[in-house]
């Protein structure tokens, strides 16, 4: 067990980060490239003042009329990505880890408050998964590419909430906590959890078309 | 039988079953494939890997709506089975699939692009499918009708097949018809350095003559400085656009700018159209190269609007009916003009209600994005693909829809008819016409 938990805090951890950053950094090189090729065009209409007033706006619970016909979903869904993103940033632990590995820390979240945000990313998860079999678009295009990656993010904070509790083998937990964490992270330049950076990409596109060609807003 | 092979067999089309016919199968993978490579692009990539399969875009669509929340007709059902279905399966795809594919790009969808203000990642499903427009048109397989404008458009530079000597005789006809009501009144043609061109599209002259009185009555009535060419480039609408024929589509615009150069007018000033606005300032001009368009163009509706503003336009009557406002997507997504048209439409029409939603939020009309002009095949797939549009107009109980797009008006009037709506449409020209302050009528 010792040995795994070291392979997955050493070499694993590092391959992971450097996939999860690199790739999306490729990702983002490569998506300019091509369209500076053969879409230059884009670039001609680019505006990061209507770009960033288009994201802006979608980062605004019920600023979109999409998001005020849909309150269930606008309130689970910040609430889902908010402490998808802070919990694992600001887990004592994570942090601890950070800086007895590479020297650095911020500021913690006191672990009560991460245990409530683990828990809320974990409804959140099942909200999904409930909105997948039950509305009738959302169904329509979940195949099981859908069901694998909603599985990868919930296995991270699922096996954390576990270790953390105390429940099941705390060290059989905690590897799994570790190994599945990576899966997701690696997992992200190569599927749409992507969208963490397409959506500022394309919205900010769409927003600087809208807003500066088309001159209304879109949302 | 699937729901989709179902429907696949009962509308038949000419156009795409010939078409499809004489394709083999190593054509059509070819063929696909090609386009996406070749064209696709970033952006291709970047709306499908971006999006998360959510369905949240369904609350766009008016199909959608229309169908009982039928998924095939959501934006994002409509992708998968056309783009997602030809990327996964590389381009080996049936003929039936095709078919399906055809139907849905040409027939269920206005490329309206009000899934994109609802859609939280701004994928633009009206993108992916005028794409897959693309790929159809490459085929040879696209709808008889809409085909046969995008033929009119190659060989006359106008939709309707008008010669020459038509669109001239026409516009004479229309100034002597006027003169009755107007004795001074001229459509005054190329005359070099006036104000504006004033440019329509080949439906006026060819269906709705009176739409060009009326325009000329309003221009010589408030004194304007304007010309109309004689020669091509004053057809401005561009059914090739919705085609997938991007290479006509350029050369239309190039003609039609160069038209105006030619005139050396200050700007030109189109009819009540959406879709040749958007060919115009969105979709054409890139193609030919221009970022903007070189001679500043101007939309009826922000026209009338300046003339209302700048007094020449004098309301001599206002109508007591109550009346709604359509906005048409390509002049409210495409160009933001929803404050001006209401403003204009209620000069005139006091009594007013707004249908909910609105603005830039309305609902299309299913008749865009080429979807009318495909033919009486097609009909009814617009028709019930919007009921909810008669639902919007009925609950506003207003007698009279003020549209300021042809495309509109088409789909409204099938709309209004076929659910026994009671509701007159009207453009903002006619309603000018008829309430305007007209100092040289006798
Ligand atoms: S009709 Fe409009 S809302 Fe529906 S899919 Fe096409 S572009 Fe989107
Ligand atoms: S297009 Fe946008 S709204 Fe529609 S399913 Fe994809 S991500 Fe969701």
């Known amino acids: ?219 | 039988m699937s729901e989709q092979t179902k429907e696949t067999k009962v509308i038949e089309d000419i156009g795409i079953d010939a078409g499809l016919e004489q394709l083999t199968e190593e054509q059509i993978e070819k063929t696909i494939m090609s386009v996406i490579n070749a064209e696709g692009g970033t952006r291709l990539e970047a709306y499908t890997k971006t999006c998360v399969h959510c369905g949240l875009c369904s609350e766009a669509c008016h199909y959608y709506h229309s169908h009982d929340k039928d998924p095939q007709y959501a934006p994002v059902g409509k992708v998968r089975n056309t783009m997602w279905n030809f990327l996964t399966k590389k381009g080996k795809i049936s003929k039936e699939e095709l078919k399906r594919a055809v139907l849905i790009a040409h027939t269920e969808c206005n490329l309206c692009r009000r899934c994109v203000q609802y859609c939280p990642f701004g994928v633009d499903t009206a993108y992916i499918i005028a794409l897959v427009r693309r790929i159809v048109h490459k085929l040879g397989i696209t709808p008889q009708y809409i085909q046969d404008t995008a033929h009119s458009h190659a060989a006359t530079f106008n939709q309707m097949w008008l010669k020459d000597d038509e669109w001239v005789d026409t516009l004479f006809w229309q100034e002597d018809e006027a003169r009755d009501e107007i004795p001074s009144m001229r459509i005054p043609l190329e005359k070099e350095g006036a104000d504006f061109m004033y440019s329509v599209i080949a439906p006026e002259p060819k269906f709705r003559t009176q739409l060009i009185y009326q325009a000329a009555v309003i221009f010589n009535e408030c004194g304007l400085d304007w010309t109309m060419p004689s020669t091509t480039g004053w057809d401005n609408s561009d059914m090739c656009m919705f085609t997938g024929d991007f290479e006509m589509m350029g050369r239309l615009k190039r003609d039609h700018y160069e038209c105006a150069q030619r005139l050396k007018v200050k700007k030109v000033v189109m009819g009540e159209c959406g879709h040749a606005y958007r060919s115009i300032y969105d979709q054409g001009n890139r193609w030919v190269g221009w970022r903007d368009m070189p001679v500043p163009v101007i939309h009826s509706i922000q026209f009338f609007w300046e003339l209302l503003k700048a007094g020449k336009i004098k309301v001599a009557k206002t109508i007591d009916k109550l009346a709604t406002f359509h906005d048409p997507c390509n002049t409210v997504r495409g160009m933001g003009l929803h404050e001006m048209g209401r403003e204009v439409a209620k000069a005139f029409y006091p009594n007013f209600v707004e249908m909910q939603p609105n603005r830039e939020h309305n609902y299309c009309c299913a008749a865009g994005g080429g979807v009318i002009n495909c033919g009486p095949p097609h009909k009814m797939t617009r028709v019930l693909g919007n009921r909810v549009k008669a639902e919007q107009l009925k609950a506003t109980g207003a007698e009279v829809l003020i549209a300021p797009c042809h495309n509109c008006h088409g789909g409204l009037e099938d709309i209004i008819h076929h659910y026994k709506l009671d509701m007159e449409i009207r453009f903002l020209g006619d309603i000018i016409y008829e309430c305007m302050e007209k100092p040289n009528a006798v």
Request: hydrophobic fraction near 55%.
């Open chain 1, 1 to 219: 067990m010792h040995s795994i938990y070291n392979f997955a805090t050493g070499p694993l951890c590092w391959a992971a980060f450097i996939i999860f950053i690199g790739g999306l950094l490729l990702k983002f090189i490569s998506m300019v490239r091509r369209a500076r090729s053969s879409e230059p065009y884009i670039f001609g209409y680019f505006s990061p003042y209507f770009g960033l007033r288009s994201v802006i706006a979608w980062l605004i619970p019920f600023v979109p009329r999409n998001g005020k016909l849909n309150p269930v979903f606008t309130v689970v869904t910040f609430a889902f990505h908010i402490c998808l993103l802070v919990a694992p940033l600001f887990l004592m632990a994570h942090v601890m880890l950070l800086q007895e590995g590479v020297g650095m820390h911020w500021g913690t979240l006191s672990d009560a408050t991460a245990d409530v945000m683990t828990v809320i990313v974990l409804v959140g998860l099942a909200y999904f998964a409930y909105r997948r079999c039950t509305d009738p678009t959302a169904k329509y295009v979940t195949g099981p590419k859908e069901w694998v990656l909603l599985a990868l993010v919930a296995a991270p904070f699922l096996t954390g909430f576990l270790a953390y509790h105390q429940i099941f083998d705390y060290q059989v937990m905690v590897v799994l906590h570790i190994l599945s964490g990576e899966a997701m992270l690696i997992a992200i330049p190569f599927t749409w959890l992507s969208h963490m950076l397409l959506f500022p990409m394309v919205r900010m596109y769409q927003g600087s078309e809208f807003g500066g060609v088309r001159h209304v807003k879109d949302w």
